[in-house]
């Protein structure tokens, strides 16, 4: 989709970037993928961070031969070690930090009753612990830098209820719903020192992840949306573009919802 990272403004020049959770574990465009393609043509120097090596270097690849500026880092973000690591090497090779997106995620079936232990602790662990942990790490730097914007990435599910036949969504409508928390609370508690921290709600998207749930959960998830079209990867894309910049330099503590209306709108009945 090369028109939609063909636009640019050089809207991000100078500003370091982390991309955590750069690469879906699905072949395609997801949600990371397509933000550090924006980032890199708005001229951001990137750090990909990934737990899977070769789609991240791929990536990278990618984003270099366009005449972009990245690297990758391999590792866990709810292993504080791994954090303080991917800081120190985002640190050694730009030696700066002013853009913190947060990507990385799991879906995780279940209602109350009958969610797995683990699956609702790993939920937790990625979802929540790793955005707490890697804004934890990043601000300080941050803040040496004059400030910074940090992006979470939350879901319609956060806010609304959802189930898909019998399947519920606790441990992931929990998790994602605590990041929406955590992002409030770090824009207030940082604010006075230039740290941005806001959220993107995503509706029904079409990224790698969804491809499992074939053409007509596809479908239906189209005709759920007020604008009765599908949502891709390139527009969340866009706006944590916006966020990023300086554009959006009087905008912290929202939850920026980016889901063709679903949020808001309704028909009325009758």
């Known amino acids: 989709m090369a028109e939609a990272h063909n636009k640019s403004n050089d809207r991000l020049t ?12 699905r072949p ?10 924006l980032f890199a043509g708005e001229g951001a120097k990137l750090l990909l961070v990934n737990r899977s090596e070769t789609p991240a270097q791929q990536l990278c690849d990618e984003i270099t031969k366009e005449g972009g500026q990245c690297a990758i880092f391999i590792g866990d973000l709810t292993k504080e070690d791994d954090v303080q690591r991917m800081i120190e090497t985002v640190m050694q090779l730009y030696g700066r930090l002013d853009v913190l997106f947060y990507n990385a995620g799991l879906g995780a079936p279940g209602t109350v009753v009958n969610v797995k232990q683990e699956v609702w602790d790993q939920a937790m ?8 942990l890697t804004a934890r790490h990043s601000i300080p ?25 019998d399947v519920g969504f606790a441990a992931y409508a929990a998790s994602k719903a605590g990041l929406i928390g955590l992002t409030l609370s770090t824009a ?7 740290i941005r921290a806001n959220c993107l709600v995503v509706g029904m998207v079409n990224t790698p992840a969804m491809q ?15 604008l009765q079209t599908e949502g ?8 944590a573009v916006y966020l990023a910049s300086d554009e959006a330099r009087w905008i912290t503590g929202i939850s920026l919802p980016v889901d063709g209306g679903q949020m808001s709108l309704r028909e009325w009945p009758g």
């Open 14 to 25: 100078g500003k370091v970037a982390i991309i955590a959770g750069a690469v879906s574990s």
């Open 188 to 194: 207030a508690d940082f604010a006075v020192d230039g």
């Open 212 to 226: 499992k749930f074939g053409e007509r959960a596809r479908e239906k998830r189209r005709l759920a949306v007020p």
């Open 125 to 132: 662990n990625i979802n929540l612990r790793g955005a707490m």
């Open 28 to 37: 395609g465009t997801g949600i990371g993928k397509a933000t550090a393609i």
């Open 141 to 165: 730097r941050m803040i040496e830098s004059a400030g910074g914007s940090i992006i979470n990435v939350s879901t319609l599910g956060a806010v609304q209820g959802f189930k898909r036949g």
């Open 232 to 239: 891709t990867a390139w527009d969340v894309a866009w706006a």
